[in-house]
């Protein structure tokens, strides 16, 4: 190939370092996205809790009458949306494997 060649062939390095950039971004968004559904999950499964919680205000240790109405609610609530919890180990895996990907990308040839 001439000097004054207008093909571009970019370096194979260089590829694999673009590569490797991108499966890093894709991993910490991913990983971001499913920590942050967890989070959400966590927030109302609290929330459930002190509503059971404040369903006994005298803090009767057998429970109370109000603890028993709000149980359904409560037990909804930690058990959560299954599609999120499912959404966000996805997430979680997804960042691993673009994790892994990125670090075979980065070993030396």
């Known amino acids: 190939m001439a000097p004054w060649s207008l093909e571009y062939a970019p370096m194979p390095e260089f ?33 459930s809790l002190r509503e059971w919680q404040a369903a006994n205000p005298n803090r009767n240790p057998d429970g109370s009458y109000g603890q028993q109405l709000v149980l359904n609610s409560v037990i909804n609530g930690m058990l959560g949306s299954t599609p999120r919890r499912i959404t966000a180990a996805g997430f979680i895996l997804l960042g691993i494997v673009f994790g892994a990907l990125a670090d075979f990308a980065s070993l030396p040839s």
Not at 17 to 23: E, T
């Open 15 to 47: 590829r694999v370092r673009v590569w490797a950039i991108i499966c890093i971004s894709i991993s910490v968004a991913a990983e971001l996205a499913g920590f942050a559904l967890i989070v959400v999950e966590s927030g109302e499964s609290r929330r």
